[in-house]
């Protein structure tokens, strides 16, 4: 079993960028395939970006392509989410969440696919 906390939230401008952090312990990270959700005020959980256990693949939701980035850092157990050029419209609580998965290069990107979760990081991007 793993436990996830998150960390690096907080209240930005649009334009600016923030660094997401979740920190795992119980197991090493590279037992799981990672990713990072979020969810908007009135909203359902959405899908933001994840990342296969070997590192090599990832996926992002539509909206972040090419302002998000998510990455892992084994020697720390740490996953990583960061955030450029950020837009009022990416305001959410942000959760990461841990995948059992057979093959290393699988990428999950349902929320019905992860078995661990973090309790979230509160982004506010004002306008």
């Known amino acids: 079993q793993v436990q996830l906390v998150e960390s690096g939230g907080g209240l930005v401008q649009t334009g600016d960028s923030l660094r997401l952090s979740c920190a795992a312990s119980?197991?090493?990270?590279?037992?799981?395939?990672m990713a990072w959700f979020r969810r908007a005020p009135g909203k359902e959980r959405e899908f933001v970006a994840a990342?296969?256990?070997?590192?090599?693949?990832?996926d992002y939701t539509d909206s972040v392509k090419g302002r998000f980035t998510i990455s892992t850092e084994n020697a720390k157990n740490t996953v990583y989410l960061q955030m450029n050029s950020l837009k009022p419209e990416d305001t959410a609580v942000y959760y990461c969440?841990?995948?059992?998965?057979?093959?290393?290069?699988?990428?999950?990107?349902?929320?019905?696919?992860?078995?661990?979760w973090g309790q979230g990081t509160q982004v506010t991007v004002s306008s």
């Open positions: 969440a841990a995948a059992l998965t057979y093959r290393s290069t699988t990428v999950v990107v349902t929320s019905s696919g992860y078995n661990y």
């Open positions: 990342i296969s256990r070997s590192g090599i693949s990832t």
């Open positions: 119980g197991r090493t990270l590279s037992s799981y395939a």
